[in-house]
């Protein structure tokens, strides 16, 4: 089935290690994104990326990395610059253009808590 | 900057009601997207309906409809005969139109917790 895998769904970390969380999609889709969502904030953008090996900063880049090196894939790493990393992440993909600009499809989203 | 503002933390609404969530947002782009998107407890987050800014005609889908309200800038979801399945977390969110290439950066409120009461 199509769709987008997110992994791990739980994942703990201690204070100072860097963590990776994978993104994969299998809808051919050009664009995807990395969301934060915290109780009360709603979804605030970390990363984006509309094509390979290209990405941008969003609102709240600071502390994360990515990558695009595939168009199925785009890790994101929490590093330990990130000053309060607890939080839920949600992976989405999006075609361009078709007339389908803006239809996100999401992940199940990782549980990051830091110990 | 798009800035997008959803009025009412949580909502609460009877089964078989309707119900209207409230969302206005900023910008000075005349040319852009809305999108309602519903994250029900299970936490994988599902798009409801997209407007796009130059059609005056308002988006429907079966029992969501919107209201738009272009000089507003009001986005409002109408939800009829409320069913349980409904319950869930509701987020609205803003998008310029992409156009030479530009980006297709989402920006979206804060949410607002709506249950269905039986």
């Known amino acids: 089935d199509g769709g987008i895998t997110q992994s791990p769904k739980y994942l703990f970390r201690k204070e100072g290690q860097n963590v990776t969380l994978s993104c994969e999609q299998n809808?051919?889709?050009?664009?995807m994104y990395w969301y934060r969502q915290d109780p009360g904030q709603g979804l605030r953008l970390i990363y984006y990326?509309?094509?390979?090996?290209?990405?941008q900063k969003g609102d709240i880049a600071e502390g994360y990395s990515v990558s695009r090196e595939k168009k199925e894939s785009f890790p994101l790493t929490v590093t330990s610059a990130q000053k309060n990393p607890t939080a839920f992440y949600l992976c989405a993909s999006s075609p361009i253009g078709q007339g389908r600009s803006g239809e996100l499809f999401f992940g199940e989203g990782s549980r990051l808590t830091v110990l | 900057a798009q800035t997008v503002t959803q009025s009412q933390p949580e909502m609460s609404v009877q089964e078989a009601e309707t119900v209207t969530l409230s969302c206005t947002y900023d910008t000075s782009e005349n040319n852009y997207y809305l999108f309602w998107y519903k994250q029900p407890p299970s936490r994988q987050m599902i798009l409801v309906i997209r407007?796009?800014?130059?059609?005056?005609q308002n988006a429907t889908e079966n029992r969501f409809s919107v209201n738009f309200q272009k000089a507003a800038k009001s986005f409002s979801l109408k939800i009829s005969d409320s069913q349980l399945g409904d319950t869930a977390m509701y987020f609205c969110?803003?998008?310029?139109?992409?156009?030479?290439?530009?980006?297709?950066?989402?920006?979206f409120g804060k949410g607002t917790l709506l249950t269905v009461n039986p």
């Open positions: 969110a803003f998008m310029k139109h992409p156009s030479g290439g530009s980006n297709y950066k989402l920006t």
């Open positions: 407007q796009e800014a130059y059609k005056q």
């Open positions: 809808l051919n889709h050009d664009a």
């Open positions: 990326s509309q094509i390979v090996n290209d990405f």
